[in-house]
C-alpha cells in the first residue's frame, strides 16, 4: 500500500513564503502531485512532479526527491485567498490515473 | 466549457438505506473516478470507470457499486447505508491518452447518515 505524511496546519502572513512538506512509502512510485481545496470547494490541480526537482508555476513551485522519498510545495508572495487545504497525492506505476492523497494541510494566511 | 458536474449537492439518508450519486464528466473526458472524502482527511479513491466499465477498485466493500453510461457519466451505489459512510463523495474526470497527471474534480456531494 502507500502511505503519505504532511503537516496538519500551516500559518503564515501575507507576503511571506511558506513550505508544505510530504514523505510517501510505496511501491511503484510514479510521480507526485498537489491539490489545493477551499473549503467546501473541489480539489483542483496545482502541480506535479514525475522526476527530481523543481517544477515552477507562477507563484508555486514544487519539488520531488524519489531517493529521499520526499516533496514539498513551495507558495510565495502568500495572499489571504491561498488559505485552503493542500493535499499532496502519489501516482503508481500500473494505476495511473488513481492517486493515494495524504491527510493535507490547513494552511491559514494572517493579515 | 462545462467542467465537471455533480448531482445531488446535499443528501441526508438513514442507516439501512441506499443512496445513488451522479457524475457529469468534463466536455471531451471518457474516464471517471470516485473518491470518498471524510471530514479533515484527504480523498480515498473508490473505483474508475473506462469504457463502461470498472477498471480500478480501492479498498472498500461491495456494498459501494458503480455504473458508467454511454455518455460517460457514472453513478455511484452505496447499499446498505452505515454511519460511517457519511462524507464528501468526489468524482474526477480525464481522458485517455492524455496527460495523466490531471485529475478535474467535480464539486461533490454531501452524505449525511442519520
Known amino acids: 500500500g502507500q502511505s503519505l505524511e504532511q503537516p496538519s496546519e500551516v500559518t503564515a502572513v501575507e507576503g511571506a513564503i511558506v513550505q508544505i512538506n510530504c514523505t510517501y512509502q510505496t511501491s511503484g512510485f510514479y510521480g507526485l502531485s498537489w491539490y489545493q481545496q477551499h473549503d467546501g470547494g473541489a480539489p483542483t490541480f496545482l502541480s506535479y512532479?514525475?522526476?527530481?526537482g523543481l517544477e515552477e508555476t507562477g507563484r508555486f513551485s514544487s519539488f520531488l526527491s524519489r531517493s529521499d522519498s520526499y516533496g514539498y510545495l513551495l507558495l510565495q508572495e502568500l495572499q489571504m485567498k491561498d488559505s485552503a487545504s493542500y493535499f499532496c497525492?502519489?501516482?503508481?506505476?500500473?494505476?495511473?490515473?488513481?492517486?493515494?492523497f495524504g491527510s493535507g494541510t490547513q494552511l491559514t494566511v494572517l493579515p | 466549457d462545462a467542467g465537471v458536474t455533480q448531482s445531488p449537492t446535499h443528501l441526508i439518508k438513514t442507516r439501512g438505506q441506499q443512496v445513488t450519486l451522479r457524475c457529469s464528466p468534463k466536455?471531451?473526458?471518457?474516464?471517471v473516478s470516485w473518491y470518498q472524502q471524510a471530514l479533515g482527511q484527504g480523498p480515498q479513491f473508490i473505483f474508475q470507470?473506462?469504457?463502461?466499465?470498472?477498471?480500478q477498485r480501492g479498498n472498500f466493500p461491495d456494498r459501494f457499486s458503480g455504473h458508467q453510461f454511454p455518455n460517460y457519466s457514472s453513478e455511484l451505489n452505496v447499499n446498505a447505508l452505515l454511519l460511517g459512510d457519511s462524507a464528501l463523495y468526489l468524482c474526477?474526470?480525464?481522458?485517455?491518452?492524455?496527460?495523466?497527471?490531471?485529475?478535474?474534480f467535480g464539486p461533490g456531494t454531501r452524505l449525511l447518515v442519520l
Open positions: 466536455s471531451g473526458h471518457d474516464t
Open positions: 497525492a502519489v501516482r503508481v506505476s500500473g494505476s495511473a490515473r488513481q492517486l493515494t
Open positions: 474526477a474526470s480525464s481522458r485517455t491518452g492524455t496527460d495523466k497527471r490531471i485529475q478535474y
Open positions: 470507470y473506462y469504457e463502461e466499465e470498472e477498471r
Open positions: 512532479n514525475g522526476l527530481d
